[in-house]
T-cell receptor, first 115, second 113 residues
Framework: AQSVTQLDSQVPVFEEAPVELRCNYSSSVSVYLFWYVQYPNQGLQLLLKYLSGSTLVESINGFEAEFNKSQTSFHLRKPSVHISDTAEYFC?????????????FGAGTRLFVKA | DGGITQSPKYLFRKEGQNVTLSCEQNLNHDAMYWYRQDPGQGLRLIYYSQIVNDFQKGDIAEGYSVSREKKESFPLTVTSAQKNPTAFYLCASNILEGTQPQHFGDGTRLSIL
């Protein structure tokens, strides 16, 4: 069965430091990969996605993620975080199943940026 | 602007009461979803619908019911059979194609009185 594992439940980091949020998935078929961000008491917003082509994808606010097929990973990185990046981040995969495509979410990683 | 509207933002349930959470979308999406979010557990799928008048159980459907009479609307009823309903409920929708991300509403927080 397909699954998504976010290896860290919480990541505290100082402002302007780099950060990496780790995501591994298990699937024997091709997948599409997504990172979402959730601010307190809000829904999830798409941060970036990997569909095909270049394995490095970027968002408009400085985050990037790299698809590594051999390691089945899709880690999220940012070279310098801001206080406003404090949020919960969810990794998700979309895989084809018997009833069509299914999206599987990881348990989330809470990023806490300290001044 | 297109989007998903969930209402109410906060909801309180008494013992033995059914409550209904509203979800409306104007994105013309075929598929709609309900998730339950508890701290540290990520999102768990309750029900989903890929077409009007049809819906499927997700991973934790017991104690919940849904309807899909219109493409734009996918209300969720939390019944009295759901013994632990306190959670944050999220509605989402997308185009039925694997490359398309899900769009989310801002959620409803349900608490027990």
């Amino acid at each position: 069965a397909q699954s998504v594992t976010q290896l860290d439940s919480q990541v505290p980091v100082f402002e302007e430091a780099p950060v990496e949020l780790r995501c591994n998935y298990s699937s024997s078929v091709s997948v599409y990969l997504f990172w979402y961000v959730q601010y307190p008491n809000q829904g999830l917003q798409l941060l970036l996605k990997y569909l095909s082509g270049s394995t490095l994808v970027e968002s408009i606010n400085g985050f990037e993620a790299e698809f590594n097929k051999s390691q089945t990973s899709f880690h999220l990185r940012k070279p310098s975080v801001h206080i406003s990046d404090t949020a919960e981040y969810f990794c998700a995969v979309s895989v084809v199943g018997t009833g069509g495509f299914k999206t599987i979410f990881g348990a989330g990683t809470r990023l806490f940026v300290k001044a | 602007d297109g989007g998903i509207t969930q209402s109410p933002k906060y909801l309180f349930r008494k013992e033995g009461q059914n409550v209904t959470l509203s979800c409306e979308q104007n994105l013309n999406h075929d598929a709609m979803y309900w998730y339950r979010q508890d701290p540290g557990q990520g999102l768990r799928l309750i029900y989903y619908s890929q077409i009007v008048n049809d819906f499927q159980k997700g991973d934790i459907a017991e104690g919940y019911s849904v309807s899909r009479e219109k493409k734009e609307s996918f209300p969720l009823t939390v019944t009295s059979a759901q013994k632990n309903p306190t959670a944050f409920y999220l509605c989402a929708s997308n185009i039925l194609e694997g490359t398309q991300p899900q769009h989310f509403g801002d959620g409803t927080r349900l608490s027990i009185l």
